[in-house]
Nanobody, 114 residues
């Protein structure tokens, strides 16, 4: 399965973006899907995930500003981000995993700057 992120770009503080992650094949519900990000000089960190049991997890500090969703018919996952801050600047990666697989996309750059 290949994952392709899109939707990144330059946005002003307070702005919004919607990131997309398109999968090359259908993803069974037993796969967990999520978003991670990596800022310059920092380790990759968890942002949000759709768990296999249908629950949703968010990084605590981002809860309320980000929303993860999925369109099963389009094999696409989304990350809506609101009220963006300069500290949100990072490369955002989507991830699909199960007990036997762990796929990553190539990432999409999000830059929050005035």
């Amino acid at each position: 399965v290949q994952l392709v992120e899109s939707g990144g770009g330059l946005v002003q503080p307070g702005g919004s973006l919607r990131l997309s992650c398109a999968a090359s094949a259908s993803l069974p519900s037993q796969y967990a899907m999520g978003w991670y990000r990596q800022a310059p000089g920092k380790q990759r960190e968890f942002v949000a995930a759709l768990m296999r049991d249908g629950s949703i997890n968010y990084k605590a500090s981002l809860k309320g500003r980000v929303t993860i969703s999925r369109d099963t018919a389009k094999n696409t996952m989304y990350l809506h981000m609101n009220n963006l801050e300069p500290e949100d600047t990072a490369v955002y990666y989507c991830n699909v995993r199960s007990l036997v697989i762990n796929y990553w996309g190539q990432g999409t750059q999000v830059t929050v700057s005035s």
